[in-house]
């Protein structure tokens, strides 16, 4: 018993004198070489997961981790591996006779790309311009986010009716977000729906989630919703699976 007594004492002192000399944890096999970007890493993961709610702008010493992410590949092979998956689970669904099975897309940073425009706003760093991203979605030069072209180009072919659904204002940007996704290969969805005179003021949520029921009324079966906004995902009439794309540059409430 005593000899049990004492192992326990020498663990203890063992590990309250690794911790005050500041000894690596067992499972850290090195210290990190660079602090900011593990820092940036561990806010982009949280943020990504959901666990950082409303945020408004990316760290200022994150900057260049965001930028190396978007434009150094790693964002592409991310966005690409989602897609693997979901064209995985479209493999397994078997569309019916009636026309009646559907999609849900999101159209900024899931159908479309706005990093042309967040290089010029320090990728997040600095806050939400309304008027200026208005000016950019005007001329309708959003790239495709190929990944996500491909994909929608097999529901379309494989029978599934894609709906569209965007924040964007349907008084100024329809127009230009019409001929934008045409021009970049968008072509045979279902329905097209902008933000409204109706929706003004609504949440993203609330505004997603009444246009989605309405989908559901017409009949429709909502097999899946994609989106880089968690705002895309949460509410009423989400359909039978959610994607999540990445996006560590903006969030919307």
Not at 15 to 37: H, N
Request: glycine share 8%; hydrophobic share 40%; aromatic share 12%.
């Amino acid at each position: 018993m005593a000899k049990r007594v004492n192992e326990i004492i020498i663990f203890v002192f063992v590990a309250l004198f690794s911790k005050a000399i500041g000894a690596k944890p067992y499972w850290r096999t090195r210290w990190p070489i660079d602090r900011v970007s593990t820092e940036c890493l561990t806010w982009q993961l949280a943020v990504e997961a959901n666990n950082v709610r409303g945020w408004r702008i990316v760290p200022a010493h994150c900057l260049s981790h965001i930028e190396a992410y978007m434009t150094g590949g790693q964002y592409e092979q991310d966005v690409n591996y989602i897609v693997e998956q979901i064209e995985s689970y479209v493999s397994e669904l078997v569309v019916g006779e009636d026309g009646m099975d559907a999609w849900i897309l999101d159209i900024d940073d899931t159908c479309l790309s706005n990093v042309i425009y967040y290089q010029k706003k320090k990728y997040g760093c600095e806050p939400y311009d309304p008027m200026a991203f208005k000016a950019w979605a005007m001329k309708g030069e959003c790239p495709a986010i190929p990944g996500v072209l491909g994909l929608f180009s097999k529901l379309v072919k494989n029978g599934f009716k894609v709906f569209l659904i965007t924040g964007r204002d349907e008084e100024t940007l329809a127009p230009s977000t019409i001929a934008n996704l045409h021009d970049q290969g968008f072509i045979g969805y279902e329905r097209l729906t902008f933000r409204s005179p109706a929706y003004k003021g609504k949440s993203a949520v609330v505004y997603k989630s009444e246009i989605r029921k309405q989908i559901m009324e017409e009949g429709y079966r909502i097999w899946g919703n994609v989106g880089d906004q968690w705002t895309d995902l949460q509410g009423d009439c989400l359909g039978n699976r959610t994607f999540k794309l990445p996006n560590p540059m903006y969030c919307v409430p």
